[in-house]
């Protein structure tokens, strides 16, 4: 009841983070737009700002262009946006996908050989760049995981909510290797590895500046401008008013939330957390260490120690012996389970800062920041359980069964709880169908052919 409102603080302060991060990238496809419009008189505006401020001044101005165009959003309510996210579910792979072709018809192929300036990587060189790349990867992907319920929770069937994992496990490694691509035939064609979509439409402009181009340009980078925009609202805005909603509710609202989440966008500077690619990746897997453990405990307290059974009207309330309510409002088990797995690996934060700041053992750890945290907090999470048993139900209900997801057919409520108004008319209890009956009793006809 309490101690979840330190991990949702967590998650809601790296969101506002990832906001900045995602609303900087976006206005980057809004400064190739504007230079397709406006051309010299664009990339000649003169720059105002010094150079230690990690931006110029009409990088400026496009972040703020970016900003007042998705603004408006954030009175939005999630219920009503998934407008949004289908019709980037449909550009946004076309403009990656022409992108993919256009490069490698222009440059006849991709060059990789050319991308190994320094050679090829061997033995434990190999293997801990690869895990560095996997924290790297997996850093994008635990913010869905972790705010997957925030969204879930609109699904009016189970089989609603299959297009998030299967979007997840689908799109990230393809939308890295399409990168990949594409940054190898651009290497081939101009001579420089783009890494970014934008410098990449950049280049093609120098090269082939024309209508044709411009107009294709424009098109591309709006795109993914977009794109970027709509993963702003699905795992940034709208998870940071849910949690503002939920730690503080007499003074926010999931849209009030939201409003404050843009606002913050620039308080957090964002083009100083990425004036470099070592602080940004060092930024993504310092936020592993502190969310994986949390993904870790949240798996096995569902799918191991509950098996699936969450009792509903448990969760608002602060019994002493409510199942929800543990140690005065705080679950010691999660708190120590997490404490234990982040102190494994936030010493190697100095490492990646500073390197030799500390010795390589540290560093190789910080490098398995996500396979570790995760495994040893889920561990020890289940071990604490373990010794330390978790009440499934309340007292009065302790009798009741808990093979998997017992409770499904009634969605967390027990025919004696106060029912929501969707399931006052019919229940489902085991299978069962349940009804009141003329006396007001609630009693069970017949095995139901369906189910909530």
């Known amino acids: 009841m309490y101690g979840s409102l330190v991990f949702v603080f967590i998650r809601g302060v790296v969101a506002i983070l990832y906001m900045a991060i995602q609303t900087l990238y976006a206005s980057k496809f809004v400064a190739v737009m504007l230079h397709c419009v406006f051309g010299h008189r664009w990339t000649d505006i003169p720059n105002h700002l010094p150079a230690n401020a990690g931006i110029t001044s009409s990088d400026l101005l496009a972040f703020g262009i970016l900003w007042l165009l998705q603004f408006p959003f954030a009175f939005i309510h999630p219920s009503k946006v998934n407008i949004v996210f289908r019709v980037k579910s449909v550009l946004a792979p076309l403009g990656l996908f022409v992108t993919l072709i256009w490069a490698l018809v222009s440059s006849h192929g991709a060059d990789f050989d050319g991308l190994s300036k320094k050679g090829d990587a061997h033995g434990a060189a190999l293997a801990w760049s690869f895990m560095t790349a996997v924290n790297s990867i997996v850093s994008n992907v635990v913010p869905p995981l972790v705010n997957m319920s925030d969204l879930a929770r ?158 509903v009207p448990s969760l608002y309330s602060t019994a002493p012996d409510s199942p929800y309510f543990y140690f005065h409002g705080f679950n010691l088990r999660a708190f120590g389970a997490w404490i234990v797995a982040i102190a494994l690996v936030i010493p190697g934060v100095s490492g990646a800062l500073n390197p030799g700041s500390i010795n390589i053992t540290s560093v190789h750890i910080y490098n398995l920041g996500f396979l570790l945290s995760t495994t040893v907090a889920a561990l020890l999470y289940y071990l604490s359980s373990k010794v330390w048993p978790v009440p499934i139900y309340p007292p009065e209900y302790a009798d009741r069964p808990t093979t998997w997801e017992a409770m499904r057919y009634t969605e967390g409520f027990f025919p004696e709880d106060p029912l929501p108004a969707y399931l006052s008319e019919t229940a489902v209890i085991q299978g069962q169908e349940v009804v009141d009956d003329e006396k007001g009793n609630r009693v069970s006809v017949k095995p139901s052919s369906s189910s909530l």
Not at 163 to 190: C, D, E, R, W
Not at 203 to 213: E, F, I, N, R
Not at 266 to 276: A, D, E, H, N
Request: proline residues 6%; glycine residues 10%.
């Open 154 to 311: 609109y699904a009016n069937r189970p089989r609603q909510t299959y297009p998030v994992p299967i979007g997840l496990l689908i799109s990230k490694p393809l939308v890295i290797v399409l990168g990949m691509v594409i940054t190898a035939a651009g290497y081939k064609q101009f001579g420089e590895a783009y890494w970014n979509l934008w410098d990449f439409y950049s280049s093609v402009l120098k090269s082939y500046w024309g209508p044709g181009a411009r107009t294709l340009v424009f098109l591309g980078a709006g795109i993914q401008g977009f794109a970027t925009f709509a993963t702003n609202l699905s795992s940034n805005s709208i998870p940071v008013g849910s949690d503002l909603a939920g730690m503080f509710p007499n003074y926010f609202t999931i849209v009030r939330g939201q409003v404050l989440c843009f606002v913050l966008a620039w308080v957090c500077v964002p083009w100083k957390l990425t004036y470099s690619a070592a602080s940004f990746l060092t930024f993504l897997g310092s936020y592993l260490c502190f969310i994986c453990p949390i993904v870790g405990c949240m798996v096995v307290d569902y799918w191991i120690v509950r098996r699936g059974n969450i009792h």
